[in-house]
């Protein structure tokens, strides 16, 4: 299926209706001209509002740690945003979203990234998009996960933390995310959009 009747079909999709406290709104921007892919947990409540993926102050956090504006996250055509589920899943009442309904991923993760060949790099965001994507190449937990990022530069992803608010303090624990981590993604970012 060529990827703008995908893209039609995922836009049109209701699979989670019955599960959502709202109208399902998926949020995806991708197109022929992926690069960078970042993977994140699901749509926070901003960009079910808004249909802008990353919407949020998380965004903000991810954008400084890739080097890039908010118009070049938005505007260039090498970006590309797709999570584990494309429609956000409410809000829970401990705090937090719920996590991503699996039956997205299992529905339209891998035809959408059959159709995304040009693809250098995946950002793998938070523990969710992790285990999907690495499965027992993953380890005991996110942070042991992001620490061996260097590992799965050779499956062409990178693991993060999640940039939201709740992980400042994990940011702080882990001095050499900022240190190491964030440097080499502003530098792969910058070499794949050309600058």
């Not at 836009?11 to 970042?38: E, K, N, S």
């Not at 993926?53 to 938005?74: A, K, Q």
């Not at 940039?163 to 993604?185: H, Q």
Request: hydrophobic share 40%; with cysteine; net charge positive.
């Amino acid at each position: 299926m060529p990827l703008d009747a995908l893209l039609a079909d995922i836009a049109a999709c209701r699979a989670c209706a019955p599960y959502l406290p709202h109208t399902p709104r998926p949020v995806v921007r991708v197109g022929a001209g992926t690069r960078l892919l970042i993977c994140g947990q699901a749509p926070g409540r901003l960009a079910h509002e808004t249909g802008l993926p990353f919407n949020d102050p998380s965004g903000e956090r991810l954008r400084t740690w890739m080097g890039v504006d908010r118009e070049t996250f938005y505007g260039r055509p090498e970006i590309g945003v797709a999570a584990m589920a494309f429609c956000f899943p409410g809000t829970s009442p401990q705090g937090g979203d719920y996590p991503p309904p699996a039956r997205c991923a299992a529905l339209w993760r891998p035809g959408l990234l059959a159709q995304l060949p040009r693809v250098e790099l995946t950002l793998l965001v938070g523990s969710h998009a992790q285990a999907w994507a690495l499965g027992d190449r993953m380890k005991a937990n996110m942070t042991d996960t992001v620490a061996a990022w260097r590992d799965y530069l050779d499956a062409g992803v990178l693991p993060l933390p999640h940039p939201s608010w709740r992980n400042t303090g994990w940011l702080k624990r882990n001095p050499w995310f900022d240190a190491e981590v964030a440097p080499y993604l502003r530098r792969r970012v910058a070499g794949i959009l050309g600058a």
